[in-house]
């Protein structure tokens, strides 16, 4: 039988795993936690997280869409909450379209059971990537209990050991000419839970993603199948405004009662909820090689993003769907597989990165901006008027399947046209749905 080795059991590894199954491998997942299924899952990195269109497309490749879509939430817009606590609501697309609040743990632990249903994959817990011979297939384990060390060669190897990924460090980062880099943004964040009002119902309306846009730091929050939300703090660590400035009760609860005013009359105990979960930083991690003799990096650990375009699983499923594509193409043979998929996909890895970081200041700075809202509504109206001409990035990138290095092009383009059109007219703000404007932007096209 031909098999495969799977090193990490985390979103994307899960999901392979369900691939690899389906085209025949004997399939070993080793994962360096203990089984998620019996543990607690809200330990560590977010909670909940936005499922959009290359998600679902590459979950429903593998028929396992609908299993997803009993736990998700569909979100149509966001709602903005301004410090005085008026509320604005924006929608994401067209009627009809939506994101989809998932639990992280949810769909990992889902994916896992799907994955082992029918045998042909088995996931090994408390075992610790330590190294791996990228060339022969061959990765090196520690059993973190135990401390027994064993190794495991296969046909093909994959890591998707995610951001910090052990394959990367151990065995890629050793390889000549391999590139790297990893930049942390200023900011971090910390997640916060919103419990649900005590009849069990929401305290926020569940089918929106809440946002209260602050210029240098923000809050979010997206809702939980029990009634709650998370919330996350995104801020600076250091400065005016900061997690430096946050050290104690007394501070927490004046910044959320002067700064988030409607959040903490929902949330007034917030100050003791503070420490629940831990602050976390955010990086993008860039490399290149993505593969190398018979091992290939996915997810993560090939391009690890910051979150603001909510696309790093979403990312992380596609690169699942093109592996997937050349896999048939080029009849498994993984040499080309391997050779195309790098090539084809890490131009994308950059376009999301890129994507991602755009929209960290789009959130942070612009989305209570009048100028930039009135920017997004004339596009929309335009699009609306020629959807053959015009797709709005946000669109592109959350309900298309377009190649996210193009979709980066393409915003870029739209947003200086955009820029010209706005500066032509004094008046934009009156004559923003009228042909004079339509026809300007029709003649940058
Ligand atoms: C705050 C935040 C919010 C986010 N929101 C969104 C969102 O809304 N939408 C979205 O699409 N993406 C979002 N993301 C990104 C998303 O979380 C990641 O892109 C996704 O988890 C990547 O999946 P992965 O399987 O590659 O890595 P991971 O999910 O990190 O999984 C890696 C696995 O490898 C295991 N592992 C690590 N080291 C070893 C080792 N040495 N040996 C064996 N196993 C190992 C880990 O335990 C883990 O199980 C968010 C990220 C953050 C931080």
């Known amino acids: 039988m031909k098999t495969a080795t ?83 609501y924006q929608p994401y697309g ?77 065995a890629f980062q050793k390889i000549d000419r391999f590139n790297y880099s990893q930049n942390y943004i200023n900011d971090g964040y910390r997640e916060i839970l919103l419990p649900a009002n005590a009849d069990g119902s929401y305290p926020l309306d569940k089918n929106a993603l809440h946002i209260w846009p602050r210029g240098k730091f923000m809050l979010i929050a997206l809702a939980n199948e029990d009634g709650s939300f998370t919330c996350t703090l995104f801020m600076p660590f250091e400065g005016e ?36 979960h831990p602050l976390s930083s955010l990086a993008i991690v860039r490399c290149y090689p993505w593969t190398y003799g018979k091992t290939a990096l996915m997810g993560d650990a090939a391009h690890a993003t910051v979150p603001f375009y909510g696309q790093g699983m979403n990312c992380g499923f596609e690169d699942c769907t093109v592996m997937w594509d050349l896999m048939q193409k080029h009849n498994e043979d993984w040499d080309k597989v391997f050779e195309e998929y790098q090539t084809l996909r890490k131009p994308d890895g950059d376009g999301v990165q890129d994507l991602s970081l755009h929209n960290y200041h789009v959130m942070r700075d612009f989305v209570g901006d009048p100028n930039f809202l009135l920017q997004k509504k004339i596009e929309a109206h335009f699009s609306q008027k020629h959807p053959d001409k015009w797709l709005p990035l946000y669109s592109q990138v959350t309900f298309s399947n377009i190649r996210y290095s193009e979709a980066w092009k393409t915003g870029q383009k739209q947003d200086a046209i955009m820029k010209t059109v706005m500066a032509k007219f004094e008046n934009i703000d009156s004559i923003w749905d009228s042909e004079e404007v339509e026809n300007a932007i029709l003649a940058e096209i």
Not at 40 to 65: E, F, P, Q, Y
């Open 94 to 170: 067209k009627e009809g379209q939506a994101i989809y609040s998932v639990s992280r743990g949810g769909v990992n632990a889902k994916m896992m059971d799907i994955a082992e249903k029918n045998g042909n994959a088995k996931i090994y817990y408390n075992q610790k990537c330590i190294g791996a011979d990228l060339k022969n297939g061959i990765v090196y384990l520690e059993n973190t209990l135990t401390k027994e060390k064993t190794e495991v060669k296969s046909d093909v190897v994959f890591g998707t050991d995610g951001a910090f990924s052990a394959i990367r460090y151990n």
């Open 241 to 276: 405004n900061s997690f430096e400035t946050l050290t104690s009760k007394e501070a927490v609860d004046n910044f959320f009662k002067t700064t988030f005013a409607d959040f903490y009359e929902m949330m007034p105990n917030i100050a003791d909820a503070w420490e629940d």
């Open 6 to 88: 799977i090193v990490g059991a985390g979103l994307v590894g899960s999901l392979w795993a369900v691939y690899l199954e389906k085209a025949g491998y004997q399939v070993k997942i080793f994962e360096l936690r203990d089984d998620i299924r019996n543990a607690d899952i809200s330990a560590g990195k977010s909670i909940n997280l936005a499922l959009s269109d290359r998600g679902w497309k590459a979950l429903d490749t593998v028929n396992i869409g609908d299993d997803i879509r009993e736990i998700a939430i569909p979100m149509t817009g966001r709602i903005m909450h301004s410090v005085k606590g008026e509320l604005s």
